[in-house]
């Protein structure tokens, strides 16, 4: 079983910038590729990006490309997705997600592991 841990979320004003954080562990980390997908409230999850497995690639929603950014710290089991110029309708629960080795990284059920979700609220 992946674990994944999500932090970094909180309130912030249209605008502003947050970096969300999802730790794993040494056993799993390199050999999977990471996502993140968001879901407001009364609507479906939805991607917003992924990194593969090298972390060489990466690929983000149309509406999002450019304003954030996803990474992985290989020394720290971590993936970070960095949100800049936030706006209201960015507010959900966003979730971290895991897929063991390589194929399409853009559908839910591309995944194997999902994190718990951590709130983002961007005021207006």
């Known amino acids: 079983q992946v674990q ?7 309130s912030v004003q249209a605008g502003g910038s947050l970096t969300l954080s ?5 056993r799993f980390f390199r050999n999977y590729a990471w996502g993140w997908f968001r879901q407001a409230p009364g609507k479906e999850r939805e991607f917003v990006a992924a990194i593969n497995r090298s972390g060489g690639s990466t690929y983000s929603s149309s509406a999002e490309k450019g304003r954030f ?3 992985r ?3 720290k089991y971590t993936v ?3 949100m800049n110029s936030l706006k209201p309708e960015d507010t959900a629960v966003y979730f971290c997600a895991a897929k063991r080795g ?3 990284l ?3 059920n591309d995944y194997d592991y999902w994190g718990q979700g951590t709130q ?3 005021s207006s």
Do not use: F, H, W
């Open 69 to 71: 950014t996803i990474s």
């Open 102 to 104: 390589m194929g399409p």
């Open 22 to 26: 999802c730790e794993s562990s040494e």
């Open 4 to 10: 994944l841990v999500e932090s970094g979320g909180g």
């Open 73 to 75: 710290d290989s020394a």
């Open 106 to 108: 853009v559908r839910e």
């Open 120 to 122: 983002v609220t961007v």
């Open 80 to 82: 970070y997705l960095k």
